[in-house]
C-alpha cells in the first residue's frame, strides 16, 4: 500500500523507530572503500556522565559532518565510544562504598576495581545510549572504551615507546595534589578561582637580638612550620643590614637564615616573604637556588605530618602535640592563636587572591613533594607548534590557535602518575632487591627518586613482569601502584580506535582522521596532547582541522548550572519539542567564536519549523498525481524549460543558488549560516511563496500544465528534503518514505539497501537552473504583494476582505504586473486591479511605494478611520507606559551597579523594541490622520 502522512507531525511517533532501522541496515558503517575517506572520534563521554547540553551540541554538529559527508559520497567512519574517567569514577564508587558504611582500603584493590568494573557494566553506558536519542550516526561496531583490552594495549605500547626514547622519568617534585582524591594533578587540572581571604603580619624575632625582627605577611600561616628562610629583595634598601643573619621561627623555635633573592616582590605585604620550598611553588624555586631544606609538615590528606619534624635538633617538641594529624585549615586557626598568644601577630588585613583546586572535587590543592612519573614534554611540543604553524593542522577559528600556542609555548614536564586505583596501573616494575626499575625487560636505577614501599605497593603478579632483574638478577618484583593520568590514553585516541599499535586497514584508510570537533575548555587538556602524541607515535597529524565550539548558556548568556536552576536538560526538550527541532535550534545558533544563548522558546519557535515542512510535504503529496511519483528521481527531465512559468523558474534558481551556499557553509564550518539558509528557504520561498503560487497552476487558474506544476513541487521538496536531512534526520527519513512509495510495495530495511534518505546524493546545484531574471522579477514582484499587505494590516483590515488595489507604474513593470496580475489578486486579496501610467494620484487612499510603482489602497475599502485612531492612541499609550518602566530602570544606578551585564542588556532590549514599536504605531496614527484630513469617515 501507498505510505500516507499523517495530518499532524508527531515526532514521539516517528522519532522512536527509525534509528534502530538506520542502525540494522549497516548505514553507520564505512561502505565506499574506493571513494575519498571522511573519519572522526567522538570526545570520548566520561562514563559517570549524562547528556548535558555540552554533549549535545558536539555531537550534534559533527552527526551533521558525518551525515552531510555520507551523502556526499565520502567513505565515512565516526568512532564512538566512553572515557574511564579515572577520580571521576572512583569517587562514584566510594561515595557508594561510604554509604554502606565501608571504604576501598577495607575492601582492597583488586576487589574495588571488580566493583568499579561492575559499575562500568550497569552505569558506564547511560550516555551512549542517550545520544542515539540525539540521532548520531556513529559506527557501533567499533565502539571503544579507554580501559578496554585494545586501548589497554596502546597505553601500554606508549609507556614503553616514551620510556626507550628518554622521554619518561621518575622524581620526586612538588606537584599539586588533591587531599580529597589524595593524588596528583597536572597543571591544568587545577581550577583558579578569586577568592576573599586575608594577608596576616607575622614578626619572626631575630636570632641574636630577639627584641627586633623582620615582619612577614603570608595568606597561609600554617604553613609557617616548614619555613626554611625569610628572603628579601637584594636591593631593598629597607633590610640590607639583615641579610645574612638568622631569624627564630616562631612557635617551633627553628633557626632560619635572611636570604636575598630578586623573585621578592618589595610592594607585596612588607617586603620580606617566608619561604617553605615543601608546599609553595615559588618558594620551591627559590629554595632550590639557595639550597634549602625541603621540609614537607602535611600527610597525604593536608594533615599536620608529626614524623616531618622528627629530625628537628631541638628541645622537647612540646608543641608539636598540639599540632600532630590536624587538618591544614584547623593548624592555621591553631598557628593563630599561638602567635596571637605570644604576640608575635602583628596584624590581619583582607586580601583577595586566587585559589587553586581541585577540577573534580574542588578541594583546595595542596603543592606537596612526592615521586611521581612526567613525560618530557618540550621535544614532543615543538614539532606539535610546528604542525599547526606550518598549516597542517587548522584551528578554527583562528584565534584559539594563539591560545594554543601560548600554552605550548610555556609548557612544562606532564604530571602522568596518580595515586588512585581505578586505571592504567603504570606498567613499570621494580626490583625488590635493589630498586631498579624494569620496563620492557629494561632496567634503569631508580636514581633519587625514593621509591617507598606501601602498603599498596605488595608485589603483584603480571603477566609481563620481568622474570629475572637485569641489573641485579633478582627475581621478585613488585609493581608501580600508580595509575596513569585519564588524559594519558585520551591522547593516544585517534589512533588506539583505529586498532594501533597494529597496523590495521582502520589505521591506513582514515588516519590522520578529517577533524575533530571539540569545546575549547578541553584545547589544553586533550588536543594538545593528542596532536604531541600522534606526531611521536605515529609520525602523522592526528587531525587535519580543529573545530572549537563555544559554550551553551542560558538566554541571558549565564553559565548553566544547577546552583543557578537555570539548567535545560536536553532529554527534557528533546522530549517535548522532538529531537529534530531541538538539533535544528542548537546548528542555527552555532556561530564561529560565539557562545550559543539558549531559550526554550528557540526551540519551540523551530518545532514549528518542522511543522512547517510536515505540512508542506501534506500538501504536496495530497497534490501530486501517482503517475508523477511513479516516474522516481528525475521528475522534470520530461518538461520543457519553455513550459515553467516564471514563479517554477524562480523557485528552481532560488533552490540552485540554496544548494550553493548551504555546502559552502556546511564546508566551512558554519553551522548557523547552514541551518539559516535551508530555513529561509523553506519557509520564506518554497512554503511562503511558491506553494501559494503553485495553487493557482493546480487550479488552473493561469491555464498551464498542473502536471508541470506537480513535476515542480515534488523536485523542490525531494531536494529540500535532501539539504535539510543532516540538521533533520528524523522527519526528513520519515517524509522521504512516503515520497518514495510507489503504490507498489513499502520499502523496507529488508527489501533494498539503498532505501535510507541518508544514503542518498546529497544536492548539487543544477546551473541550468539559475536565472537570475526570475529571481529579479518574482523579487519585485513579492515586494508589491508585501507591500499591500502591509498597507492592510496598518489599515487593520481583516484578512478576509477583499480591496481595490490602484497602481501607478510605467514601463515594462506595467506590462509585467499585468501579467502576474492573477498572483496580485490571490496573494494580496485584491478585489480588483487597476493601472495609472498618468494624470493625478488617487486622493483618499493608502500609499506604498516599490521601487518607482506606486500602491494605492481607496479609504472605501478601510475600516472607520476614527475607532482606528481611537484604537492606536491607546495603544501608543499602553506601550509608552512600558517604556516608561523600563527606562526607569535603566535610570536607577542602583540597578546598573548591581545587576548581571546580561540583565541590564535585556533591558536595553526592551526597550529598544518599545521604542520601534511606538514609532510603528505612530506611523500608522500618522497615516490614518492623514486620510481623515482629506475627507475620510
Known amino acids: 500500500m501507498t505510505r500516507r502522512i499523517d495530518k499532524a507531525y508527531s515526532h514521539k511517533k516517528v522519532e522512536g523507530s527509525w534509528y534502530a532501522r538506520w542502525s540494522d541496515a549497516g548505514y553507520f558503517r564505512p561502505s565506499r572503500p574506493s571513494a575519498h575517506p571522511f573519519s572522526m572520534v567522538i570526545p570520548p563521554p566520561n562514563i559517570t556522565g549524562s547528556l548535558h547540553m555540552g554533549h549535545a551540541l558536539n555531537n550534534t554538529l559533527q552527526d551533521i559532518l558525518c551525515r552531510y559527508k555520507r551523502m556526499d559520497g565520502h567513505n565515512v567512519l565516526w568512532v564512538p565510544g566512553t572515557d574511564h574517567a579515572g577520580i571521576a569514577t572512583q569517587n562514584v564508587v566510594e561515595r557508594q562504598l561510604a554509604n554502606q558504611g565501608m571504604n576501598r582500603v577495607q575492601l582492597g584493590r583488586e576487589k574495588f576495581v571488580e566493583q568499579v568494573w561492575a559499575w562500568r557494566g550497569e552505569a558506564g553506558s547511560t550516555i551512549l545510549n542517550q545520544l542515539k536519542a540525539l540521532g548520531v550516526s556513529c559506527d557501533w561496531s567499533r565502539e571503544s572504551f579507554t580501559m578496554d583490552e585494545k586501548r589497554s594495549t596502546a597505553v601500554k605500547e606508549a609507556f614503553v615507546r616514551l620510556w626507550k626514547d628518554g622521554l619518561l622519568y621518575r622524581a620526586e617534585r612538588l606537584i599539586n595534589w588533591c587531599p580529597r582524591c589524595r593524588t596528583a594533578l597536572a597543571d591544568i587540572e587545577v581550577v583558579h578561582e578569586e577568592s576573599d581571604g586575608h594577608l596576616w603580619y607575622i614578626r619572626y624575632p631575630l636570632l641574636d637580638e630577639p627584641s627586633e625582627g623582620l615582619v612577614v605577611a603570608t595568606t597561609r600561616p600554617e604553613t609557617m612550620l616548614g619555613d626554611t628562610a625569610v628572603a628579601v629583595h637584594p636591593d631593598d634598601k629597607r633590610y640590607q643590614h639583615f641579610i645574612g643573619r638568622r631569624v627564630r621561627l616562631p612557635i617551633v623555635g627553628r633557626s632560619i637564615p635572611v636570604i636575598s633573592d630578586s623573585f621578592v616582590d618589595r610592594q607585596f605585604g612588607t617586603g620580606a616573604l617566608k619561604i617553605t620550598p615543601g608546599h609553595d611553588f615559588n618558594d620551591f624555586e627559590i629554595g632550590e637556588r639557595h639550597g634549602l631544606a625541603r621540609i614537607g609538615i602535611f600527610d597525604d590528606e593536608a594533615r599536620i605530618d608529626p614524623s616531618a619534624f622528627k629530625s628537628e635538633d631541638l628541645e622537647p617538641q612540646a608543641w608539636l602535640s598540639r599540632y600532630a594529624l590536624k587538618d591544614r585549615f584547623d593548624a592555621r586557626r591553631l598557628v593563630l592563636e599561638e602567635l596571637e598568644e605570644k604576640r608575635l601577630l602583628v596584624k590581619r588585613e583582607p586580601y583577595r587572591h586566587a585559589l587553586g583546586r581541585c577540577y573534580r572535587c574542588s578541594t583546595v590543592i595542596e603543592p606537596y613533594s612526592t615521586p611521581q612519573w612526567f613525560v618530557k614534554i618540550k621535544p614532543l611540543a615543538e614539532p606539535a607548534i610546528r604542525a599547526v604553524k606550518e598549516g597542517r593542522i587548522r584551528i578554527i577559528p583562528e584565534g584559539w590557535a594563539n591560545s594554543y600556542f601560548a600554552w605550548m609555548e610555556n609548557i612544562k614536564d606532564w604530571c602522568i602518575s596518580r595515586q588512585i586505583w581505578w586505571g592504567h596501573q603504570i606498567p613499570a616494575w621494580y626490583c625488590q632487591s635493589c630498586e631498579a626499575v624494569n620496563i620492557s625487560n629494561q632496567a634503569d636505577p631508580v636514581a633519587s627518586a625514593g621509591f617507598k614501599l606501601t602498603s599498596e605497593a605488595k608485589p603483584i603478579v603480571q603477566h609481563q613482569r620481568p622474570t629475572s632483574c637485569p641489573r641485579c638478577g633478582g627475581g621478585k618484583f613488585f609493581q608501580d601502584p600508580d595509575v596513569l593520568d585519564t588524559w594519558f590514553s585520551s591522547a593516544l585516541w585517534p589512533f588506539s580506535t583505529l586498532g594501533w599499535p597494529e597496523r590495521t586497514e582502520d589505521l591506513k584508510t582514515f588516519y590522520p582522521t578529517s577533524v575533530l570537533v571539540t569545546g575549547f575548555d578541553i584545547l589544553f587538556f586533550w588536543v594538545a596532547r593528542m596532536i604531541m602524541m600522534g606526531i611521536k607515535l605515529m609520525g602523522d597529524i592526528p587531525f587535519h582541522d580543529v573545530y572549537i565550539h563555544a559554550l551553551v548558556r542560558d538566554q541571558e548568556g549565564q553559565k548553566m548550572s544547577k546552583s543557578k536552576g537555570n539548567v535545560i536538560d536536553p532529554l527534557d526538550v528533546m522530549s517535548r519539542y522532538g529531537t529534530d527541532a531541538f538539533r535544528f535550534t542548537l546548528a542555527s545558533m552555532t556561530a ?7 531559550a526554550e522558546e528557540r526551540i519551540a519557535g523551530y518545532q514549528n519549523f518542522v511543522n512547517k515542512l510536515w505540512n508542506a510535504a501534506r500538501f504536496v503529496l495530497m497534490n501530486v498525481d501517482q503517475s508523477v511519483r511513479l516516474e522516481g528521481k528525475g521528475y522534470l527531465e520530461s518538461v520543457p524549460d519553455k513550459e515553467l512559468n516564471l514563479a517554477d523558474r524562480w523557485i528552481l534558481s532560488r533552490l540552485a543558488s540554496t544548494i550553493d551556499q548551504a555546502r559552502k557553509a556546511v564546508d566551512s564550518y558554519r553551522f548557523n549560516d547552514f541551518a539559516h539558509t535551508l530555513y529561509q528557504f523553506t519557509w520564506h520561498e518554497f512554503c511562503d511563496w511558491y506553494i501559494e503560487m503553485s495553487k493557482l497552476s493546480l487550479s488552473g487558474t493561469l491555464g498551464d500544465n498542473p502536471l508541470k506544476t506537480q513535476r515542480v513541487l515534488i523536485t523542490v521538496l525531494e531536494q529540500v528534503l535532501l539539504l535539510l536531512h543532516p540538521l533533520m534526520p528524523f522527519a526528513t527519513e520519515e517524509i522521504w518514505q512516503t515520497l518514495i512509495s510507489d503504490g507498489q510495495k513499502s520499502i523496507t530495511a529488508a527489501s533494498e539497501k539503498e532505501w535510507s534518505i541518508m544514503v542518498q546524493p546529497y544536492p548539487k546545484a543544477n546551473a541550468r537552473w ?9 523579487g519585485f514582484l513579492t515586494q508589491v504583494i508585501r507591500a499591500i499587505r502591509n498597507l492592510r494590516t496598518e489599515m487593520n483590515c481583516p484578512p478576509s476582505r477583499q480591496i481595490d488595489v490602484s497602481l501607478f507604474v510605467a514601463g ?36 506604498a511605494v516599490v521601487g518607482t510603482t506606486e500602491i494605492y489602497l481607496p479609504l472605501t475599502d478601510m475600516p472607520n478611520l476614527c475607532e482606528e485612531e481611537s484604537r492606536l492612541t491607546k495603544e501608543v499609550s499602553k506601550v509608552e507606559l512600558e517604556l516608561a518602566r523600563t527606562q526607569k530602570k535603566l535610570d536607577n544606578q542602583g540597578f546598573l551597579t548591581n545587576a548581571r551585564e546580561e540583565v541590564i542588556e535585556k533591558e536595553r532590549k526592551k526597550a529598544e523594541e518599545f521604542e520601534d514599536k511606538i514609532q510603528t504605531l505612530n506611523r500608522s496614527l500618522k497615516k490614518i490622520q492623514e486620510l481623515q484630513v482629506q475627507g475620510g469617515p
Open 812 to 847: 515594462h513593470d506595467l506590462d509585467f504586473l499585468r501579467s502576474q496580475e492573477p498572483y496580485l489578486r490571490t496573494l494580496a486579496r485584491a478585489g480588483s486591479v487597476k493601472y495609472l501610467t498618468r494624470g493625478e494620484r488617487p486622493k483618499r487612499a493608502a500609499t
Open 592 to 598: 564561529i567564536g560565539r557562545d550559543v544563548k539558549l
Open 770 to 778: 539559475i536565472q537570475p531574471e526570475a529571481e529579479e522579477r518574482v
